[in-house]
């Protein structure tokens, strides 16, 4: 089952960029990379998702590397509202795929004012 | 906007008594889920209901049951409450099976004493 790896603590300034990266070196061809994030006792919160190409949404905006073993998720302006902890799973396109979603720890995002 | 609409937000149960968390969507999605989130773990899923008339079994189901009442609403059952399930239980949903985001709801923190 293809599995992410990301640091397990980021800290960023309000107003700066934050970029937090992703490892996904087992992931497949039909694997589409999904950012979601948990605000404070609050359900996880879609953020953003890719396959190949580099994606914008007004959230943020993702990297993803020419192989896909690696994604950053890129937050232009942070603010303290971006306090969170950030996930990066895989999710494929098959129907059966929806046990095989490994939730790691995620990034969890300080926000310094 | 209501979204993904959990009930209760909080509950204490005395080991072996049982009960029902309620889940309902408004968006008409066909997918749901109920996954519980333990400190220092990921989210783990314990059932999912595919799309109306159907369920199967997640990562953790033992201890639980589920129905899918219809298109709308996805119920989880303790049975038997153990301290084991003491938990932060979130029910999501999604429009189908597949590469789409989730939505979640903002979860119901379960003690078992």
């Known amino acids: 089952d293809a599995k992410t790896t990301q640091p397990n603590s980021m800290e960023s300034n309000e107003e700066e960029p934050v970029h937090l990266p992703c490892n996904h070196s087992?992931?497949?061809?039909?694997?589409?990379i999904h950012w979601y994030r948990q605000l404070p006792s609050q359900g996880p919160e879609y953020v953003i998702h890719g396959l190949t190409s580099n994606v914008n949404n007004r959230m943020a905006s993702l990297a993803i590397a020419e192989d896909r073993k690696s994604s950053t998720l890129i937050l232009h302006r942070a603010t303290l509202r971006d306090a969170a902890v950030y996930y990066c799973?895989?999710?494929?396109?098959?129907?059966?795929?929806?046990?095989?979603?490994?939730w790691g720890l995620g990034t969890s995002l300080a926000v310094n004012p | 906007n209501a979204g993904v609409t959990q009930t209760p937000k909080f509950q204490v149960l005395k080991t072996g008594q049982s009960m029902t968390l309620q889940c309902a969507q408004d968006?008409?999605?066909?997918?749901m889920y109920w996954y519980r989130q333990d400190p220092g773990m990921g989210l783990r899923l314990i059932y999912y209901?595919?799309?109306?008339?159907?369920?199967d079994k997640g990562e953790v189901p033992n201890g639980y049951n589920v129905s899918r009442l219809n298109k709308r609403e996805f119920s989880l059952r303790l049975e038997s409450a153990a301290p084991s399930q003491t938990s932060v239980y979130f029910c999501?949903?999604?429009?189908?099976?597949?590469?789409?985001?989730?939505?979640f709801g903002s979860g119901t923190q379960l003690s078992v004493l």
């Open positions: 209901s595919a799309s109306e008339g159907t369920t």
């Open positions: 087992t992931i497949s061809g039909t694997d589409y």
């Open positions: 999501a949903s999604r429009p189908r099976q597949g590469s789409v985001p989730l939505f």
């Open positions: 799973i895989l999710i494929g396109l098959n129907a059966g795929n929806n046990r095989k979603l490994i």
């Open positions: 968006m008409n999605h066909n997918s």
